[in-house]
């Protein structure tokens, strides 16, 4: 005889199949059709602007895709968008959001930076791991504040992220230019990280920080995608007084979510301090945080697809230099591109939905 | 006295306090009517930096500040409106819809910024927006009096909300943010008041930008607003959905912003300017929850409504949609 909660938790699993199966080939399509309207629109504008589109056509292939090195620079920027992103998302589906990932990035990678300086020696594999569990360390005590504001003082998450990413960024100011400012340079900024502590490439350009990136993005997503644990966490999401009816300790879900979700945003500052910026000086993190809100929401459906839309703006941040010294575009309108795919996808959606429901109204 | 208070018996200290806490008053009213209609305005940051711009281009171009004023407010407008268009109509959320427009008006800003001012947008020393009378002598009535107009406007503006929150008008907007479902039972298209409180927040917004560009800045080089956006949502919360405490709740965070930066402590320099930011979490971590509620509804999105015949926005359907009988009780879901 099965309880009442469980009886609750079957339907909403149901129901969750029906929709998921009913949709998956509509949002391919979809994410295909921004991919290419928001590549198309790129570069629609470039070309309207007056710039030469076969030069920053050629910055965008060859520049940053088709050379090795070109091709593994693209990879490392896809990185953090991809790490926030899957963060973003997976709090968004237990009902939280985060919009603090710039603040926990920062604070995880302040983390890594001082623990892998302060032991120094050692094998480079051990100081990477004891890094990379204390930058997610701080990541989550960092959304563990705006958390615990939200589910027991109820205080707007929305709110004391943001308050909490300028708090992370003075910090990081305050630490780059007096306790850790690198002896006898000229602009504050820290040492390096040991060499043996820098992550190098997996195989060819292939490196290894956008790797973990991937392994992070799959697992949040399988965890989502769960029959046990997913189901309570999608419940919590979808409907929180439905679940707390069926006996998910709704609160508590997303307090844990919310702290894993700062977690993953701490890791991206971690990889970026030992795989890709070695020092710290003002403005290494730049709205990574943001931007991978921005991605969250356009592969909210099709969550498997962040790491390519990551790359989409990893191209973007690699492009973005050469296309200002070939082609003179400023770095504003490579922020205007990056809006472009959010715009194509919430108007295919819309599209989309009013093409389904036509029949029905 | 005390190195801590120094700061306090300044009359310098004051004076900064209310003109930097002039744009934060006004996108804190502007954030305000967006959200007891129902719409979390984090599309503030974005219309507080386009029209900012907007309205230095503008003055700097035309020399006139007038022209800057009504282009900065005008632009603020065309901003909350495609921000509502974006969260409303194209399904994206008041958060990731706001915060498209505050990327992309970044973006766009800087782009203009350089493309048409490659030396820089600065104005003029008589482009400034100040008081039109003349500051008297005394030192506590030239604080109070040696303020930006637009701060006078803000104060206004506050009270003029108050009443109209109370008003048959403002009731069926607050409807819109609290209860929907109730507000379309009656009749009240909750859209259309969602789109019309975005096009009032953002041209409320549009002079905050006007405020910081032609008051505070005085010119536009990246990213003058920096936060100032979010801050502003943070006063709402603080005020408790009250446009009078709302008003007090940006004072107080701009006497901690500035007081930050000129307390001559030690370490002032390391914790001074965290410290409005630490007074807002802890503010926001131990008022009381029922204050922080805010309007039940905010955010939700008009999804979730049962379906009306009329959902065009056309002028037919607007003129059929003023006969029209209060829609039916959502009973019949599907």
């Keep these: 005889m099965p309880t009442r909660g469980a009886r609750i938790l079957s339907t909403f699993r149901r129901s969750l199949d029906q929709k998921a199966a009913g949709s998956l080939a509509g949002e391919l399509v979809a994410q295909l059709g921004a991919g290419v309207l928001a590549v198309v629109s790129m570069l629609i504008l470039l070309w309207a602007l007056g710039y030469d589109v076969g030069i920053a056509f050629n910055d965008f292939w060859h520049g940053s895709l088709a050379s090795a090195t070109g091709l593994e620079q693209t990879l490392v920027q896809a990185m953090p968008v991809t790490l926030t992103a899957a963060a973003v998302w997976f709090a968004y589906r237990v009902g939280m959001f985060n919009v603090g990932a710039d603040g926990q990035l920062q604070m995880g990678g302040f983390a890594a930076f001082m623990v892998v300086t302060a032991i120094a020696g050692g094998p480079g594999l051990v100081l990477i791991v004891i890094g990379l569990i204390a930058a997610a360390l701080a990541g989550g005590v960092w959304a563990l504040i705006a958390g615990w504001l939200r589910t027991s003082r109820n205080a707007n998450e929305v709110i004391s992220t943001i308050m909490l990413n300028f708090i992370a960024f003075q910090i990081g100011n305050t630490l780059v230019s007096g306790a850790l400012v690198q002896r006898g340079a000229t602009s504050p900024q820290t040492d390096s990280v040991p060499i043996a502590t820098e992550m190098g490439n997996l195989l060819g350009p292939l490196p290894l920080v956008f790797v973990v990136a991937v392994a992070v993005t799959v697992a949040l997503v399988m965890v989502m995608r769960g029959r046990r644990f997913g189901l309570r966490l999608r419940a919590s999401g979808l409907n929180a007084s439905a679940a707390v009816h069926s006996g998910i300790a709704v609160n508590r879900l997303r307090l844990l979510s919310f702290v894993l979700s700062g977690a993953v945003a701490g890791l991206a500052g971690g990889l970026v301090v030992l795989g890709m910026r070695h020092f710290l000086a003002p403005g290494w993190a730049p709205q990574w945080g943001f931007q991978g809100i921005l991605i969250a929401f356009i592969a909210l459906r099709a969550p498997i697809l962040i790491p390519v839309w990551g790359l989409l703006f990893g191209l973007l941040s690699t492009s973005a230099p050469l296309l200002k010294a070939d082609v003179g575009v400023p770095d504003g309108l490579v922020s205007v591109m990056q809006v472009l795919p959010a715009l194509a996808i919430f108007l295919l959606h819309t599209a989309g939905r009013r093409f389904t429901h036509r029949g029905s109204t | ?334």
């Design chain 2, 1 to 334: 006295m005390h190195e801590l208070l120094a700061p306090f018996a300044s009359s310098s200290y004051w004076d900064s306090v209310l003109l930097l806490a002039t744009p934060i008053v006004l996108a804190a009213l502007a954030t305000l009517i967006a959200s007891r209609a129902g719409t979390m305005f984090v599309a503030i940051e974005g219309t507080m930096l386009i029209s900012c711009f907007a309205a230095v281009a503008t003055t700097a171009r035309s020399g006139s500040i007038l022209m800057g004023i009504v282009v900065g407010v005008l632009a603020g407008a065309a901003t909350g409106l495609f921000s509502a268009w974006l969260s409303i109509d194209l399904h994206a959320g008041d958060v990731a819809g706001g915060l498209v427009v505050a990327i992309g008006g970044l973006g766009l800003t800087s782009f203009i910024a350089q493309r048409a001012f490659p030396s820089g947008t600065y104005l003029g020393p008589d482009q400034r927006l100040r008081a039109p009378w003349g500051a008297p002598g005394d030192s506590v009535l030239h604080v109070i009096l040696d303020q930006p107009p637009l701060l006078y406007v803000a104060i206004v503006l506050a009270a003029a909300i108050v009443i109209f929150l109370r008003t048959r008008v403002g009731l069926r907007m607050r409807a819109c943010g609290e209860a929907m479902e109730v507000a379309q039972g009656f009749g009240i298209s909750v859209r259309r008041t969602r789109y019309l409180a975005a096009g009032v927040a953002g041209a409320v917004g549009g002079l905050a930008g006007v405020s910081l560009g032609l008051s505070v800045v005085g010119s536009f080089d990246g990213n003058p607003v920096s936060g100032r956006g979010f801050i502003a949502l943070a006063c709402v919360m603080l005020g408790g959905w009250r446009p009078l405490w709302v008003v007090l709740a940006a004072l107080f965070f701009s006497a901690a912003d500035v007081y930050g930066f000129q307390t001559t402590a030690v370490h002032a320099q390391d914790w001074g300017p965290m410290l409005p930011y630490i007074l807002t979490l802890v503010a926001l971590g131990t008022l009381q929850r029922r204050r922080q509620q805010g309007p039940r509804d905010e955010g939700r999105s008009l999804d979730e409504l049962p379906r009306t015949p009329t959902r065009r926005w056309s002028l037919l359907s607007w003129a059929r949609m003023r006969r029209r009988e209060p829609a039916q009780p959502a009973a019949t879901s599907p």
